[in-house]
Nanobody, 123 residues
Framework: QVQLVESGGGLVQAGGSLRLSCAASGRSFTTYALGWTRQAPGKEREFVASINWIGDTTYYADSVKGRFTISRDDAKDTVYLQMNNLKPEDTAVYYC????????????????WGQGTQVTVSS
């Protein structure tokens, strides 16, 4: 059974940092693009960041550029999201995504999804 399991969410004050992790099990994702999507209360899911299977190409939503960094460790089948200078508007459930096609990483088409981890940023 393929699973993506997120961890690292929590409550943090504005300006603080968190690092999310997503560990894959059931198969290797070394040839898959990986990424993060989030959903805030009462809002649609939105793309946050993605990284290609080689790890040399990354994309970010404009709202997180310069503050968030996505990375991957294929030896651990894990993708990370380092979030710095967090803002209250970053409050959301963050989901890990995986797909063979980098362009599918996002709120609609990704093949694999984690269960989500809550990030709450207080002002």
């Amino acid at each position: 059974q393929v699973q993506l399991v997120e961890s690292g969410g929590g409550l943090v004050q504005a300006g603080g940092s968190l690092r999310l992790s997503c560990a894959a099990s059931g198969r290797s994702f070394t040839t898959y693009a990986l990424g993060w999507t989030r959903q805030a209360p009462g809002k649609e899911r939105e793309f946050v960041a993605s990284i290609n299977w080689i790890g040399d190409t990354t994309y970010y939503a404009d709202s997180v550029k310069g503050r968030f960094t996505i990375s991957r460790d294929d030896a651990k089948d894990t993708v990370y999201l380092q979030m710095n200078n967090l803002k209250p508007e970053d409050t959301a459930v963050y989901y890990c995504n995986a797909d063979r096609d980098l362009s599918n990483i996002g709120p609609h088409a990704a093949l694999y999804w984690g269960q989500g981890t809550q990030v709450t940023v207080s002002s």
